[in-house]
């Protein structure tokens, strides 16, 4: 009896086909990266850019706090009232945070028509409005709905004068990670109209400039030549009410 053998080109092709098929067979799945900032990013912003030079005012928008559960790159998704899933394939482009706080600066400069010189010098004489954001739920519900919780305040640094408000966006999304994304940004859209509603407002509203004394960094007091103690009475950052602003057919918000 005779045995063929098979040649040893087609089993080395064998074994090349058996090794790429075991590897691709273990490679780990493709990543998706989400933003909450549009393509047109820097479409939406030139017309501030082009009066840039000389704004009626300019902003500082302060890093925005975000829930530590959501304080991560994957997307963490609701499946119920008390469960939750970390997608580790479904990514944001950086971390939740910094995505709602570029957002949200690319809007309210265009929207205010200024620029945002957080952590950069800026001129004096200009009023400066202080942007802090503290998003207490950032919920994602696949097929269902995507909510923005946030308490915002705006204080103008000249006269100290402050506004605290809070706002609650709910936006129906479709199926898909897409469209949770696009929920997510129609939320952070309905938050910087609401933001740009209260810088507006505190641009409105008269000036109070507190006293200034030499020699006392306080405020509250300065010695005399002769010893004694002038008391300087200086007036409390006056407190401004929360602009009414109409949410869209797809949000709901709330202030207070």
């Not at 080395?12 to 799945?29: D, K, M, R, Y």
């Not at 890093?63 to 559960?69: E, L, M, N, T």
């Not at 507190?210 to 409390?236: H, Y």
Request: glycine share 8%; proline share 8%.
């Amino acid at each position: 009896m005779t045995f063929r053998r098979r040649p040893l080109r087609r089993v080395a092709a064998l074994a090349t086909v058996a090794a790429l098929s075991a590897l691709a067979g273990c490679a780990s799945p493709v990543s998706h990266f989400y933003t909450l900032s549009p393509t047109d990013d820097a479409a939406r912003t030139q017309p501030a850019a082009a009066t840039s030079g000389n704004p009626a005012w300019l902003i500082e928008l302060a890093p925005v706090d975000v829930p530590p559960q959501v304080a991560k790159a994957q997307f963490v998704v609701q499946t119920d009232a008390t469960q939750v899933r970390v997608l580790e394939q479904e990514r944001w482009a950086s971390m939740p945070g910094d995505e709602i706080r570029r957002a949200l600066s690319g809007d309210l400069t265009q929207q205010l028509n200024t620029i945002d010189v957080y952590g950069s010098p800026h001129p004096d004489g200009v009023p400066v409005y202080r942007v802090s954001v503290n998003v207490q739920r950032f919920e994602s519900w696949p097929g269902s709905h995507a909510l923005i919780d946030a308490v915002w305040s705006v204080r103008s640094l000249d006269s100290q004068t402050v506004m605290t408000c809070r706002s609650v966006l709910n936006e129906p999304v479709g199926d898909g990670y897409d469209a949770l994304v696009v929920g997510h940004r129609r939320a952070v859209a309905s938050l910087s109209q609401a933001i740009s509603s209260g810088v507006r407002a505190l641009a409105a509203a008269p000036r109070v400039s507190a006293p200034v004394t030499g020699g006392s960094s306080s405020g509250s007091s300065a010695s005399s030549k002769g010893g004694a103690k002038a008391v300087v009475k200086v007036k409390p950052p006056v407190s401004i009410a929360c602009p009414q602003v109409v949410p869209t057919a797809q949000s709901a918000g709330s202030a207070g």
